[in-house]
């Protein structure tokens, strides 16, 4: 009797041969590179430094195309950005010590984000292992336990034969849902000695699928075909999933509401009727999910965005589908399914029954009227135009990266991504930075649209160093620096809560000069003349910036 496990893959001659004669002056850094590709990797970002030189020497060999950043968080947020993109595992090439932990920060947001990054970090020589203080250049007693709550797993390797495997194990876990970031590390001496094993060919790192348990989406199916006012809030992971459209088919069939949450931009057509967009820092759009009766949460952990910071009180039955294990019912008691969102979704669409009901569309329509009431009230004539100004520019399907900036709070309830995986921020982790090099590595994902970032002045002078990154490689993206001369959301809070800011207010460069220094054409432009400004920048290839000296203000947030 055959069992699947006893059947083996007999090598090629050809495969023997070169197994027996693999090609003189390899190193453990080939091996790496050779992983990468077999596993089909394409493209690798990352900065070199000494004990990494192992790999970058072998990466010179390969076919594999390099992205070097200035920074290794910047480098950090363009791989995550590939991920999102393509929704493949970003290989990330890191230093040890002061390298490995600048990432930490883009790591965090990869992770909060599920975006599937493949961080490869050096390390000191093997023999410098096991927490001694032996005095090397970077050392830390456990370079991986400062990785180790951040990313989804880690990986340590101390001979060159165990490099295909850990990277392999490596690659599955990041890819798995819900994808997310790794970390790997190869000491020094490992990377640069010589190598007698064979080339690497081909590896399966397949990641097996989050399927839903048929008995909790049997039950599901009847909550909701029986429901009276059903409700679903469709977060980051059925973009993930590219999930949308089963998304929209159950919506219809159902006569289901749906708004979106932040991460979840694009995943629901905006202007379909039954789309409450994306207002879920309004207390019209809390109230109206917690009086459904039952509620479908799709790909999100209702965390603090989501849930207008944790004022959401659902008074009807909730159903939970979401990959990650962790956030099921971490907020609110449920019917947790843990489960791609597609596969779930899949899985509903076979086993609910149609229901109809006429009054959900003006029930949505009531909503969103009371939405602009109230922010018609507010006298916000200009953050609106700027909005629309941004959506007018952009071309449908480029994709577009906003940093921790009022606009881009403005965004996350008020802009029509148009189209599912197009619009993202670093709303996950919340950290500084993020846009610029992130449209970047969006750039390098998909060079045939392009690439909008949007940051202030703030968020900029993280990222300044990048502009020489985008004129190095070409890349179609178009920076909007919005300038307020500070931390303008920060000085907001502050003043709201104390009366006077502090800490926040920034001297800055002629950002126009700046960019042009670096060969970068820049436009110093105006609220009336944004569009215009910013159409002509995205349809001129290449990279550009648009400077909008601009003092915003944020809605009345209804929460507190």
Do not use: C
């Given at each position: ?81 590939y991920g999102r993109i393509t929704g ?283 939405v602009a009431a109230r922010l018609a ?46 619009m993202h921020s670093a709303q996950g ?132």
């Open positions: 009797m055959t069992h699947d496990h006893d059947l083996v893959l007999r090598p090629t001659p050809a495969q023997t041969e070169a197994a027996l004669n693999p090609p003189a002056g390899r190193t453990g850094g080939d091996l790496v590179i050779e992983t990468l590709t077999g596993l089909g990797a394409t493209t690798v970002f990352g900065l070199p430094g000494q004990h990494a030189l192992g790999t970058f020497d072998a990466l010179r060999r390969s076919t594999l195309r390099y992205v070097g950043l200035r920074a290794e968080n910047n480098a950090g947020f363009a791989a995550d950005a493949e595992a970003a290989p990330l090439l890191l230093s040890t010590g002061p390298g490995a932990l600048m990432s930490l920060a883009a790591l965090q947001e990869a992770a909060a984000a599920s975006a599937p990054v493949l961080a490869l970090g050096s390390q000191i020589p093997a023999a410098g292992l096991g927490g001694g203080r032996h005095g090397y250049l970077h050392e830390l007693r456990d370079q991986q336990a400062s990785f180790r709550d951040v990313v989804k797993s880690v990986h340590t390797v101390r001979t060159q034969s165990q490099i295909p495997s850990a990277i392999a194990a490596a690659w599955e876990s990041a890819l798995t849902a819900p994808h997310g970031p790794v970390w790997v590390e190869i000491p020094q001496d490992v990377l640069t000695a010589e190598t007698i094993l064979p080339v690497v060919t081909a590896m399966d790192a397949t990641p097996e699928d989050v399927a839903p348990r048929p008995e909790l989406t049997a039950l599901a199916a009847h909550l909701l075909s029986t429901a009276e006012r059903p409700a679903i809030i469709a977060g980051g992971g059925v973009v993930r999933s590219d999930a949308s459209g089963k998304l929209r088919a159950l919506a219809e069939k159902l006569d289901a509401p749906v708004v979106t949450t932040f991460g979840g931009k694009g995943a629901f057509p905006w202007k379909h009727p039954l789309s409450l967009q994306s207002w879920l820092e309004d207390r019209h759009t809390t109230d109206f999910l917690e009086d459904a009766d039952v509620l479908l949460v799709v790909g999100s952990g209702l965390g603090e965005l989501s849930s207008n910071y944790h004022t959401f009180a659902p008074r009807g039955r909730v159903i939970q589908i979401e990959a990650d294990a962790g956030k099921l019912e971490s907020n609110h008691p449920a019917l947790g399914i843990h489960a791609d969102a597609r596969l779930a979704l899949q899985a509903l669409l076979e086993t609910t029954e149609p229901r109809t009901d006429p009054t959900a569309p003006d029930r949505v329509r009531a909503v969103l009227d009371e009230a507010q006298d916000l004539d200009l953050e609106h135009r700027l909005v629309a100004s941004v959506r007018e520019a952009l071309p449908p399907r480029a994709p577009s990266f906003w940093d921790m900036t009022i606009l881009a709070y403005w965004a996350w309830s008020a802009f029509d991504a148009r189209h599912p995986n197009t982790a919340g950290g500084l930075g993020y846009a610029y090099p992130a449209a970047l590595g969006a750039a390098a994902a998909d060079p045939t649209v392009p690439v909008l970032a949007v940051s202030g002045d703030g968020g900029a002078m993280y990222s300044i160093a990048e502009l020489a990154t985008a004129k190095q490689y070409g890349f179609d993206v178009t920076w909007l620096i919005v300038d307020d001369g500070g931390y303008g959301i920060l000085r907001a809070y502050m003043t709201d809560a104390y009366g006077e800011p502090a800490g926040t207010e920034l001297a800055r460069p002629d950002f126009v000069a700046l960019a042009e220094s670096f060969g970068v054409p820049a436009v110093l432009t105006t609220p009336d003349t944004l569009t215009a400004d910013l159409s002509k920048a995205l349809a001129t290839p290449g990279p550009s910036v648009v400077v909008l000296p601009a003092l915003l203000r944020m809605f009345e947030p209804t929460h507190l």
